[in-house]
């Protein structure tokens, strides 16, 4: 008992020692000058041009591009309705119905630049797509 | 190819479409923003919503022109840019948080002689052009994977691994995309086979894709920081992750316990097709696994049936929504004792893939109903699922997780105690393999 007392007591006596006399050995995080590498990379794309739109739609051939996702047709369904209902001989089609491998996903360049002929085939004068979600 | 187009994106999703058109090389597209959300809204609703649209659809199909025409001058990828800051190391993660170039713990600062000292642990050019990292797609070299691989603490002898893991990572089939963008919950599994799994020391045993593994761990940050810096992905536009989780820190990352392979089953890598001195790298893009914990099971049969309600591709709404999924691959971790089971039984891997295959199956009825009804009214649809599953589309059908068992992949990972584990990929994604080279 009187060893362990004197034990505790030590144990407080350097405690005490250590927290009033400054320590050399630890020194604050230096500031500093620093050469860093940029991590974030360089895009590379091949800028593109955009085509002249339509000045309106009328006798207008519009493709509407559906992938798939939820709902997804129905808002292109009521926009077609509104075409049809507000532009004078445009002719709607509905992607998904006449090219059905359309109605899918392009998780990528590739997989989009496929479905983009196929709608080509179409012969749109524009194409009007709702991606997500 | 010279036709106009619109995009419809949503108000919350509007952002990742103006990346995604940077990265395919343009300033600007034209888009009508439609009020989030369009899927899970009644057709009244989504109806008004397209009324009000109506007159923006319009304008952008025959008004717009881009207000700029040209991105910036391009840089040329190699050599990255070296900058000059002040500071504390404390004060470099603060900059690199403000700068996105982060994602939220420390990092080492990226020195040019913490760069060199990297670009030690391989023999290929620095200026080796990876491929580009989406959605971003700002270009990958083989000196930015160094650079990443200082950021997240790896050791030169990593990179090997940490290059073959990137460039599976680029190959299309891996989904990266979508994994790096998708609202899912998703991360990625990266398995690791042969030699180098002891090696460097790969955690491959208990609690191998957990704490306390240096190589999983830098090399898992590493992979991840490529992805949120150079590819973007991070939220609110980048990454539309619902959620997010801990794997957009560091995946699913560990070695195959080829040491505790049942005897006559092959390591994952030979089921693949190479050799069993190769060592090998597998990704796949998949949401968080589920945990088989069967204390119980004595026997294979047993721990069959305790899988059937756990395993399931419901979580990505399976192949059943989607035809095209009912030839997704499916990954079954395997902890060594449960593998055990099977060995006893006298049962191969392949069995045992067969058995998986026929006994884990849930019924049609379990998935949701608008899916079930679609594919009711789509008679392409009802024919292409009974095409690919060989079973009738009605509610009493039990589904199994894949259309073929060949597309149940087995791998033996952990250490002692009774979990196995069932990840469910992501969308079009399949596992992609590549060497580890020098």
């Known amino acids: 008992m009187k060893n362990r007392w004197l034990r505790d007591l030590g144990i407080c006596m350097v405690l005490a020692q250590l927290a009033t006399v400054p320590n050399p050995g630890w020194a604050k995080e230096a500031v500093q000058q620093w050469e860093l590498v940029n991590p974030a990379g360089v895009i590379k794309s091949d800028p593109v041009k955009f085509v002249a739109r339509p000045t309106d739609l009328e006798g207008k051939t519009v493709v509407l591009r559906w992938n798939a996702k939820p709902n997804g047709d129905i808002l292109l369904n009521r926009l077609g309705e509104l075409l049809v ?4 001989g445009v002719k709607v089609i509905k992607a998904w119905e006449v090219a059905p491998d359309t109605r899918i996903i392009s998780y990528g360049h590739a997989t989009s630049l496929a ?15 709702a991606p997500a979600d | 190819m010279g036709i106009p187009t619109v995009t419809i994106p949503t108000s919350e999703f509007v952002g990742l479409a103006r990346d995604t058109v940077r990265s395919e090389g343009a300033a600007e597209a034209p888009f009508a923003v439609i009020p989030h959300p369009v899927a899970g809204i009644g057709d009244a609703d989504l109806r008004a919503k397209v009324d009000s649209l109506f007159p923006q659809i319009l304008s952008a199909a025959t008004a717009w022109k881009p207000a700029s025409t040209e991105l910036a001058p391009q840089k040329q990828p190699y050599p990255a840019d070296v900058f000059k800051v002040t500071g504390t190391v404390a004060d470099v993660n603060k900059m690199f948080m403000s700068r996105k170039w982060s994602i939220g713990l420390p990092i080492y600062p990226p020195t040019p002689e913490r760069l060199a000292e990297m670009l030690k642990g391989t023999s290929r050019n620095p200026d080796e052009i990876l491929g580009q990292v989406p959605p971003r797609m700002a270009t990958l070299t083989v000196e930015l994977v160094a650079v990443h691989a200082a950021m997240a603490g790896c050791k ?6 940490l290059l073959a893991i990137v460039e599976a990572l680029l190959e299309p089939k ?8 998708s609202t899912g919950t998703l991360g990625l599994m990266i398995v690791i086979n042969g030699p180098v799994v002891k090696e460097l020391g790969i955690g491959s045993g208990q609690g191998a894709a957990g704490k306390a593994n240096h190589p999983n761990s830098s090399m898992g940050y590493a992979v991840n920081l490529v992805a949120a810096i150079v590819g973007g992905s991070r939220p609110p536009d980048g990454d539309k992750s619902t959620f997010g989780g801990p794997q957009d820190f560091v995946p699913w990352i560990f070695g195959e316990n080829e040491d505790r392979l049942p005897k006559g089953w092959p390591p994952y890598h030979v089921d693949r097709g190479f050799k069993r001195t190769d060592s090998v790298v597998s990704v796949l893009g998949i949401y968080p696994p589920v945990d088989l914990t069967d204390h119980w099971s004595r026997t294979v049969q047993e721990n069959l049936s305790a899988w059937a309600s756990l395993a399931t591709p419901r979580i990505n709404a399976g192949g059943v929504c989607r035809p095209p999924m009912a030839l997704t691959p499916y990954f079954v971790v395997l902890g060594p004792e449960h593998a055990q089971m099977a ?14 295959w026929e006994e884990v199956r849930q019924p049609i009825s379990w998935y949701p109903k608008p899916c079930i009804d679609y594919i009711k009214e789509v008679p392409e649809y009802k024919l292409a ?11 009493e059908t039990l589904l199994p997780v894949t259309a073929k068992p060949e597309l149940i992949h087995i791998v033996i990972g952990g250490g002692s105690g009774r979990h196995s584990h069932f990840f469910t990929p992501f969308y079009e994604t399949v596992p992609v393999s590549k060497l580890v080279k020098e």
């Open chain 2, 174 to 181: 891996a989904n990266w995309l979508g994994v790096n963008t």
């Open chain 1, 85 to 88: 209902q507000n532009i004078k």
């Open chain 1, 115 to 129: 479905v983009a002929k196929k709608l080509a085939v179409l012969k749109p004068d524009l194409v009007i797509a």
């Open chain 2, 343 to 356: 060995a006893r039984a006298g049962w191969g891997k392949d069995q045992f893939r067969k058995a998986f």
């Open chain 2, 156 to 161: 030169p002898e990593y990179m090997p691994v």
């Open chain 2, 385 to 395: 699922f009974e095409k690919a599953y060989g079973l009738p589309f009605s509610g």
